[in-house]
């Protein structure tokens, strides 16, 4: 088995304490991929050490040459796009449709970081006084801690890193511990395409140990971390009390509202891909499907029908819809929901368990589940399970529709399937989430839109497009005078005259 390592100091180097752990496919772990620096605080350290030299070479080199070389990763990830989307389907578990969609995603962010090197706008305004300017402009801060899930093991660390970057940060990327191999790959091209060295740090291992002491290390004020509510909480306790700039990225609860005057082929396509797409591991995910009633026992009943025919299976192999779960606790939590629900009241109408034979028992496989009778409020309704499993709910108007889909303590993305454009223009204006679709399901985010979502799901900031630059980098004011003369703001006006 291969054994792999750090990036630290400019060097791939084994972890100080010389221990590793093993990953393993979930669609079989029998399949052992490598094994990873079981790293500590003390390989951080160093990261650390390292990355606040490499910050200072990369914040002197201009932004337009910064670009330069995030659009040559672009290019390298372009020339191992397939072999990239093989091995994440084999340390993740989704199908190769997705890990394919996931590097790309992982492209646009580097092409649209690539060309905002000639952009990284600030403000030129008109001073209050004469022959004086004033303008803003865009400075790095330092060293960004990039902690990521496993659910878009590339998406996810470019749209953290490549923008840190792009604004002249150094980043110490601790990838999560089930993707360690995907993290391995981004870093070697992005070495390959001419980031210096120190500019960038992998630092592998486990969230209690490499996480907890990225999150606290006093020489990293910018934190960047995608995971549970739970944890983000701990994040941001931390980073309050240390004064670290942090974006935070956490669960959902989305919901998918179909009328009835919707195209409901359309929405039993899109319901499919959001709810069990990724085997529901995302934080997008289609957890919820709010059906209005005229059409809700048809509609229910041709999805049920179809997934029972979705194919389980390792995603490398031609025909699996749905991949495996990423590990056992993920199953273990997903099997305590199936119990939660029924103990409720739910019915489960299909799956609600882990499938027996079919070349499944040696993966983290559980059969796509639709619970129904589902009802406002239930913890099968309120909490984020982040596995295949839908409830569904009947409703009968517009505003019940809202006010459900309002009524949990997430709001990333939210998805309304009508022709009506009165109940579309008020679902964008009135629903709780970052992202709301039309007639779509509720994953589907570009690289160049902000992502992001309100309430407990983020702290406000947001991913993706032009806002993300923002977060990356700090705003600092320039006034000029050249008047020769005092010019007292706010105690002589714009004529020039006493007020
Ligand atoms: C996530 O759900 O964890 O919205 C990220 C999407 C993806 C990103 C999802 N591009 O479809």
């Known amino acids: 088995m ?5 990036f630290i100091g400019g060097d791939w180097v084994p972890p100080i304490s010389g221990e590793y752990f093993e990953n393993r496919n979930p669609a079989d772990v029998s399949d052992e991929v490598g094994r990873f620096p079981l790293s500590t605080a003390n390989d951080v350290d160093r990261a650390v050490e390292s990355a606040k030299r490499g910050f200072e070479l990369w914040r002197a080199t201009p932004a337009p040459a910064r670009g330069d070389v995030m659009r040559r990763i672009g290019d ?11 091995l994440m389907s084999r340390e993740m578990g989704k199908p190769l449709t997705e890990t394919r969609g996931d590097v790309q995603e992982g492209i646009d962010t580097a092409y649209y970081a690539g060309s905002e090197g000639r952009r990284l706008f600030g403000h030129t305004v008109p001073s209050e006084m004469k022959n004086k300017w004033a303008m803003s402009f865009r400075r790095p801060i330092g060293v960004c801690g990039i902690i990521t899930p496993f659910n878009f093991p590339m998406a996810i660390p470019t749209w953290k890193m490549f923008p840190a970057l792009l604004c002249g940060n150094a980043c110490i990327f601790k990838p999560a511990e089930d993707v360690p191999h995907t993290g391995h790959v981004l870093v070697e091209i992005m070495v ?13 291992g486990v969230g209690e140990s490499v996480g907890a002491a990225i999150v606290n290390h006093p020489g990293i004020p910018v934190i960047s971390f995608t995971g549970s509510t739970e944890t983000g909480r701990i994040v941001g306790e931390t980073c309050g009390r240390m004064h670290k700039r942090l974006s935070l990225e956490m669960g959902g609860k989305n919901a998918m509202m179909v009328f009835n005057d919707a195209d409901l082929d359309l929405a039993l396509e899109g319901v499919l891909w959001g709810a069990f797409g990724t085997t529901g591991q995302r934080c997008t995910a289609t957890s919820r499907l709010l059906i209005q009633d005229r059409v809700h026992d048809e509609l229910l009943s041709r999805l049920v029908e179809k ?8 995603g490398r192999k031609k025909g699996t819809d749905v991949g ?27 799956g609600g368990r882990r499938p027996q034979g079919k070349g499944l028992d040696n993966g983290y496989f559980f059969e796509p589940t639709i619970f129904g009778r589902v009802r406002a409020g239930m913890r099968l309704e309120q909490e984020e399970i982040f596995g295949p499993v839908l409830s569904v709910i009947r409703f009968r108007d517009t505003d019940e529709a809202f006010a459900i889909n309002n009524d949990v303590k997430y709001g990333l993305s939210s998805s309304v399937y009508t022709r009506d454009v009165n109940v579309a223009m008020r679902a964008m204006n009135e629903l709780d989430t970052g992202i709301t679709y039309i007639n779509a399901p509720t994953i589907g985010a570009e690289a160049h839109l902000p992502f992001g979502g309100v309430k407990q799901t983020g702290n406000g900031h947001r991913e993706g497009g032009w806002e993300v630059y923002e977060f990356y980098s700090e705003t600092k004011v320039g006034y000029l005078d050249f008047s020769g003369a005092l010019q007292r703001a706010q105690i002589v006006n714009y004529l020039g005259t006493p007020d």
């Open 307 to 314: 997934t029972k025919s979705l194919k389980l299976g390792d």
């Open 324 to 350: 495996p779960l990423i590990n056992q606790s993920a199953v273990d939590k997903v099997e305590k929901y199936v119990d939660i629900g029924q103990s409720e009241g739910a019915d489960v109408l299909t």
């Open 192 to 204: 390959e395409a001419g980031l210096p060295p120190e500019v960038i740090q992998l630092v592998h």
């Open 76 to 86: 390298l990830m372009v020339k191992r796009k397939e072999e990239i989307a093989d």
């Open 2 to 6: 291969k054994t792999f390592k750090n």
